[in-house]
C-alpha cells in the first residue's frame, strides 16, 4: 500500500523549533504537500517538495529527500496560532493525494 | 485569493436520506476532487474529475455516490442512501492539472451528519 507515517503528537514551546517527519513508499512518487489543518477546520497548504533539498517559506521549510522516502517539515520561531494538526500528503502517479494520519503540534507559552 | 466554497457547512440527514453536497472550485481550476475525514481519522480520497467525467475514484465510492458538474461552476457530490458510517467532514478541492507546482485548494468542507 502506499502507507504515509508521521507521528502522531508533538509538543512544543513557544518560541521554539520543532520538526515533523514524514516517510512514504518510494514507489511512484510524483511529489509531497504539507498542510496544516486546525481543528474542525479545512487543510491549508504550506508547502510543496517535488526535488530534494530544502523549500523555505518565512518560518515554514520542507526538505524531502526522494531516494529516502523522507520528508520534515520544521517550523521556527513557534508561535501559540501554531498548534494544529500538520498534514503530509504525498502524490503517487496519479493528481489524488495520500494523506498522512496527521501530527498534532501543541505549543505551550 | 479565489477561495473553493462549499454549502451548506453543516447537514444533518436520517439515515437512508439522499444528500447532495455542493462546491464551487476556483473558476480556472481544471480537475476536481472529494475528500472526506472521518472525525479523529486522517483525510481520505473519494474521487477525481476532469474533463467531466471521473478519472479515479476509490474504494469508499460506492455506488451509492456519485458526481456530476451540472453547470459550468458546480461539483457536486451525491449520496443516494445515507449510512451511519457516511458522517464525516466531506471536502472539495481544485487544482490546475497542467501546473502541478499548485496545491490542491480545499474548501472549508460540509460536516455531515447521520442521524
Known amino acids: 500500500g502506499q502507507n504515509i507515517d508521521q507521528p502522531t503528537e508533538m509538543t512544543a514551546t513557544e518560541g521554539a523549533i520543532v520538526q515533523i517527519n514524514c516517510t512514504y513508499q518510494?514507489?511512484?512518487?510524483?511529489?509531497l504537500f504539507w498542510y496544516q489543518q486546525h481543528a474542525g477546520e479545512a487543510p491549508t497548504f504550506l508547502s510543496y517538495?517535488?526535488?530534494?533539498g530544502l523549500e523555505e517559506k518565512g518560518r515554514f521549510s520542507s526538505f524531502l529527500s526522494r531516494s529516502k522516502g523522507y520528508s520534515y517539515l520544521l517550523l521556527k520561531e513557534l508561535q501559540m496560532k501554531d498548534s494544529a494538526s500538520y498534514l503530509c500528503?504525498?502524490?503517487?502517479?496519479?493528481?489524488?493525494?495520500?494523506f498522512g494520519t496527521g501530527t498534532r503540534l501543541q505549543v505551550f507559552p | 485569493e479565489p477561495e473553493v466554497t462549499q454549502t451548506p457547512s453543516h447537514q444533518v440527514t436520517q439515515m437512508g436520506q439522499e444528500v447532495i453536497l455542493r462546491c464551487v472550485p476556483i473558476?480556472?481550476?481544471?480537475?476536481f476532487y472529494w475528500y472526506r475525514q472521518i472525525l479523529g481519522q486522517k483525510v481520505e480520497f473519494l474521487v477525481s474529475?476532469?474533463?467531466?467525467?471521473?478519472?479515479?475514484k476509490s474504494e469508499i465510492f460506492d455506488d451509492q455516490f456519485s458526481v456530476e458538474r451540472p453547470d459550468g461552476s458546480n461539483f457536486t457530490l451525491k449520496i443516494r442512501s445515507t449510512k451511519l458510517e457516511d458522517s464525516a467532514m466531506y471536502f472539495c478541492?481544485?487544482?490546475?492539472?497542467?501546473?502541478?507546482?499548485?496545491?490542491?485548494?480545499f474548501g472549508d468542507g460540509t460536516r455531515l451528519s447521520i442521524l
Open positions: 500528503a504525498v502524490r503517487f502517479n496519479t493528481d489524488k493525494l495520500i
Open positions: 518510494t514507489s511512484g512518487f510524483n511529489g
Open positions: 517538495n517535488v526535488l530534494d
Open positions: 473558476s480556472n481550476h481544471l480537475y
Open positions: 474529475f476532469y474533463n467531466n467525467e471521473i478519472s479515479e
Open positions: 478541492a481544485s487544482d490546475l492539472f497542467r501546473d502541478r507546482n499548485q496545491p490542491q485548494h
